[in-house]
């Protein structure tokens, strides 16, 4: 299993970046997928987490109405399309991968420890 995360970058307040998460080694059907963010001197959050089959989908309460879940199953790859990005959402992102036996969707965007496999991060930066 190998999550491998992309799209990061500089952007200005209000700006917009589309990050990537390729997901090798299982389908999207088989995991619950989730994104996740790490700013320096905090912990790890939930930012949006979809079951598998892509039947639900959460967001954390920052996450509403700005930050879209989306996913190719064709391509066997997700997305978290960020509008509206303010500084407080820089950090790095994660994209990770869970079975959640037992945990629902809402507990892992809140417990990201209940995910099994990480990717590397790619770091989102929002700046004048």
């Not at 997901?23 to 790890?44: C, H, M, N, V």
């Not at 509206?84 to 994660?94: G, M």
Request: charged share 20%; net charge neutral.
């Amino acid at each position: 299993v190998q999550l491998q995360a992309s799209g990061g970058g500089l952007v200005q307040p209000g700006g917009s970046l589309r990050l990537s998460c390729v997901l090798s080694g299982f389908t999207l059907d088989s995991y619950a997928i989730g994104w996740f963010r790490q700013a320096p001197g905090k912990e790890r959050e939930g930012v949006s987490c979809t079951a598998p089959n892509g039947g639900n989908t959460v967001y954390a309460d920052f996450a509403k109405g700005r930050f879209t879940f989306s996913r190719d199953k064709a391509k066997n790859t997700v997305y978290l399309q960020m509008n509206s990005l303010k500084p407080e959402d820089t950090a790095v992102y994660y994209c990770a991968a869970g079975a959640l036996e037992d945990v629902t969707i809402v507990q892992a965007l809140a417990h990201p420890d209940y995910m099994d496999d990480w990717g590397k991060g790619t770091q989102v930066t929002v700046s004048s």
